[in-house]
T-cell receptor
Framework: DVKVTQSSRYLVKRTGEKVFLECVQD?????MFWYRQDPGLGLRLIYF???????EKGDIPEGYSVSREKKERFSLILESASTNQTSMYLC????????????????FGPGTRLTVT | QKEVEQNSGPLSVPEGAIASLNCTYS??????FFWYRQYSGKSPELIMF????GDKEDGRFTAQLNKASQYVSLLIRDSQPSDSATYLC???????????FGTGTQLKVEL
């Protein structure tokens, strides 16, 4: 079974703090993704990485950065947390499409509910 | 225009009935289609995938794909209260590594 873990289930931070969210997968997947999910807005892609040290902006990258130093680990960084970044953050991973036998299916971690006060 | 569209619901069905969830997509080049189930406060869980036109059955779940009409559906037979969740449709467009998600349909199975 694919296992994706996230460092925290719940996190409370103050405005202006630097926040690190970590994600680890154990299936040797090439692709890793960070989403945020808000009521009525669905899943929105923040960043994705298709290889170590490689990253690509998603739909809403402003205010976020990412780091992928090892294949299994993908970190999301909020440089200066703001109240509008209060959300559920979801990490996912997948095999590289077709080349590595993947069809695109993504597997999600349990999520981190971040509250910025 | 949204690329993947779902009716947000809630869709209410009585226990034991068939629940039918629908999804339309805009990109004709889409190749892989997925259904995720998400319980309140939890993360999405992959329950079905389909790549070819027609039906694919897995237990009480049947995924249906019609590429000509650009829709994919999920049927849940003998619906149970434990099926109450939000169901997300996701579409993979060839060439990339990303999925496009619909906003989900909330299903309520009533006793």
């Amino acid at each position: 079974d694919v296992k994706v873990t996230q460092s925290s289930r719940y996190l409370v931070k103050r405005t202006g703090e630097k926040v690190f969210l970590e994600c680890v997968q154990d299936m040797d997947h090439e692709n890793m993704f960070w989403y945020r999910q808000d009521p009525g807005l669905g899943l929105r892609l923040i960043y994705f990485s298709y290889d170590v040290k490689m990253k690509e902006k998603g739909d809403i990258p402003e205010g976020y950065s990412v780091s992928r130093e090892k294949k299994e680990r993908f970190s999301l960084i909020l440089e200066s947390a703001s109240t509008n970044q209060t959300s559920m953050y979801l990490c996912a991973s997948s095999l590289r499409f077709v080349l590595a036998g993947g069809r695109g299916e993504q597997y999600f971690g349990p999520g981190t509910r971040l509250t910025v006060t | 225009q949204k690329e993947v569209e779902q009716n947000s619901g809630p869709l209410s069905v009585p226990e034991g009935a068939i629940a039918s969830l629908n999804c339309t997509y805009s990109d004709r080049g889409s190749q892989s289609f997925f259904w995720y189930r998400q319980y309140s406060g939890k993360s999405p869980e992959l329950i079905m995938f389909i790549y070819s036109n027609g039906d694919k059955e897995d237990g009480r779940f049947t995924a249906q794909l019609n590429k000509a009409s650009q829709y994919v559906s999920l049927l849940i037979r003998d619906s149970q209260p434990s099926d109450s969740a939000t169901y997300l449709c996701a579409v993979h467009t060839g060439g990339g590594n990303k999925l496009t998600f619909g906003t989900g349909t909330q299903l309520k199975v009533e006793l």
